[in-house]
């Protein structure tokens, strides 16, 4: 009995500062919200299409915003966020590509839902690395400026999709890296009160199209 008391001691101490040095999954030390403000780059797709290759469509360029979680488990969380972009609007050719010929700024807002992929053991030390994925819906305001002739805004319905990595430094501080794709399209029915979509102008087509317009970033993320 004396041996296996010994035995059973030894193995605790030797144990105990394995499973301190052991990294622990962010999902299992997060606090109940997080807040991430964050920046990056946002690429866009064409929201007219017309015959012979031609587009009309905002050229990339920055997006800037903050995000906010709430968990229900520990790993699943109401998000909601808001991101705003501004670039030049740009006419695309073919061969020739994108012409500027005036300004669009865009401002987006929506909410879903956030699912941490749990892993038992993924980074070293007090970092560890926790991917997620997210899914949601929302809108987004649209305006268009072009010279002193055109002034024009429209909201439109769109759904998201997202994923990314959280790198965690401690229980209340990391880095989150993330690409989303807004799926969307600029309403011209409600400036117009006409359909455009598919609509033959001289003979030629043009389309309304839905498209993706995704956005990568990366912000410090903060919980509480």
């Known amino acids: 009995m004396l041996r296996q008391i010994v035995f059973a001691a030894t193995a605790l101490a030797v144990a105990a500062p394995l499973a301190a040095q052991r990294p622990v999954p962010v999902a299992a030390t997060a606090k109940v919200a997080h807040v991430t403000p964050y920046a990056g780059y946002m690429r866009f797709g064409s929201f007219l299409t017309g015959p012979f290759g031609t587009s009309v469509r905002n050229a990339n360029g920055p997006v800037y915003g903050a995000q906010l979680g709430l968990k229900l488990t520990p790993n699943l969380a109401l998000i909601g966020n808001v991101a705003y972009s501004s670039s030049n609007l740009e006419v ?123 956005a990568l970033s990366a912000g410090l993320r903060l919980s509480f």
């Open 92 to 214: 695309g050719l073919p061969l020739i590509g994108g012409i500027d010929v005036g300004e669009s700024s865009l401002l987006l807002y929506d909410a879903g839902v956030e699912y941490a992929i749990p892993m038992a053991s993924a980074g070293t030390g007090r970092t560890s690395i926790t991917p997620f994925v997210q899914a949601g819906a929302g809108a987004f305001t649209a305006r268009l400026k072009v010279g002193g002739l055109v002034d024009v805004d429209a909201t439109s319905f769109a759904p998201n999709a997202g994923l990314g990595a959280d790198i965690s430094f401690g229980p209340s501080l990391g880095l989150r890296v993330m690409a989303k794709d807004y799926f969307g399209k600029f309403d011209f029915e409600e400036i117009t009160s006409v359909e455009i979509d598919g609509v033959g102008i001289g003979g030629l087509k043009v389309n309304n199209d839905w498209s993706h317009n995704v």
